[in-house]
């Protein structure tokens, strides 16, 4: 099972389970809500990829990170067990 942990933030200590594409943000629609300022509403997204997953920022305010490394908006880039995932301020581990 694959799964986000939050590290840091309001949401700490949270598990998120990924099973189908989910959107990430601060807005209340998204499938993980964020309470965090400096995540844009509709920040990124989550999507099955063959056997795992792919990361896609959404033209955020603030950028997402993906293991220390800024994405450009709307590019495709999968994701590894182990890796760090920022999105804004918020920081996950990807497991």
């Not at 309001?10 to 965090?36: F, K, S, T, W």
């Amino acid at each position: 099972m694959a799964y986000l942990e939050i590290l840091s933030g309001y949401h700490i200590g949270q598990r998120v389970e990924l099973v189908d594409e989910m959107r990430v943000g601060r807005a209340p629609d998204n499938d993980l809500c964020l309470l965090d300022p400096s995540v844009s509403r509709h920040h990124a997204r989550i999507t099955p990829y063959r056997h795992g997953f792919i990361l896609q920022d959404l033209h955020s305010s603030n950028g997402t990170k993906l293991r220390q490394a800024s994405l450009s908006p709307d590019t495709l880039q999968e994701i590894s067990p182990g890796d760090l995932i920022e999105f804004g301020n918020t920081q996950l581990r990807y497991h």
